[in-house]
């Protein structure tokens, strides 16, 4: 298994601009999620999904799209790139035993700068 | 509002010395999942341990262990007899019973350990 991956590991956008961020998972998880990590802040949510067609906002939503077509799939899309975008994201996924949620398994994540 | 909150932005000890990390979380849910993750200077997130809001046992993992005490909502994580590898960005997270794909981050603590 490869787990959870993602591409680009860099990428450097002018102000404006947009672009894909790819996940790809092939655990079969249900649940995956997009988080930015920011310096000092921790990681925080920007969309999640709960499974094939059905996704929904986290904490700092905006400027981004997400679409889940497939189980495997979950691309972040940055609409109009800014500079206070620039951060490292991770995606991650899991999935829901009858014991709750189990742990996320991330990506190695993708350093984007804005410029 | 789930909250996590790691108060101690950075530790630095020698090598050997016992350390201990704080986590304090809110969450009106009384069933909740807590999760410490690490980070290291490659970047990425490896995870060390998840618990359910019902399991009050401590833990103890060789030289890892974790205290949880639902009455001053704490989940603090100790290491002991630190060594270099263990030099490193450690997270606590907060997940919600129903998704798996929602978790809230604390800011993180930044453990350098010194030979």
């Known amino acids: 298994n490869a787990g959870v991956t993602q591409t680009p590991k860099f990428q450097v956008l002018k102000t404006g601009q947009s672009m894909t961020l790819q996940c790809a998972q092939d655990?079969?998880?249900?649940?995956m999620s997009w988080y930015r990590q920011d310096p000092g802040m921790g990681l925080r949510l920007i969309h999640y999904?709960?499974?094939?067609?059905?996704?929904d906002q986290g904490e700092v939503p905006n400027g981004y799209n997400v679409s889940r077509s497939t189980t495997e799939d979950f691309p972040l899309r940055l609409l109009s790139a800014a500079p206070s975008q620039t951060s490292v994201y991770f995606c991650?996924?899991?999935?829901?035993?009858?014991?709750?949620?189990?742990?996320?398994?991330f990506g190695p994540g993708t350093r984007l700068t804005v410029l | 509002a789930q909250k996590v909150t790691q108060a101690q932005t950075e530790i630095s000890v020698v090598e050997k010395e016992d350390v201990t990390l704080d986590c304090v979380y809110e969450?009106?849910?009384?069933?909740?999942?807590l999760f410490w993750y690490k980070q290291p200077p490659s970047g990425e997130l490896v995870f060390l341990i998840r618990?359910?809001?019902?399991?009050?046992q401590n833990e103890i993992s060789g030289r890892y262990s974790w205290n949880f005490q639902k009455s001053t909502s704490s989940f603090n994580f100790t290491i002991t007899a630190s060594q270099v590898v263990d030099s490193a960005v450690y997270f606590c997270?907060?997940?919600?019973?129903?998704?798996?794909?929602?978790?809230?981050f604390g800011e993180g603590t930044q453990l350098t350990v010194n030979p």
């Open positions: 991650a996924s899991t999935y829901q035993g009858t014991s709750g949620p189990f742990e996320q398994f």
């Open positions: 655990m079969n998880h249900e649940y």
């Open positions: 999904s709960v499974g094939a067609g059905i996704t």
């Open positions: 969450t009106r849910d009384t069933t909740y999942y």
């Open positions: 618990r359910n809001s019902f399991d009050e």
């Open positions: 997270a907060l997940g919600e019973e129903t998704s798996g794909s929602r978790l809230t």
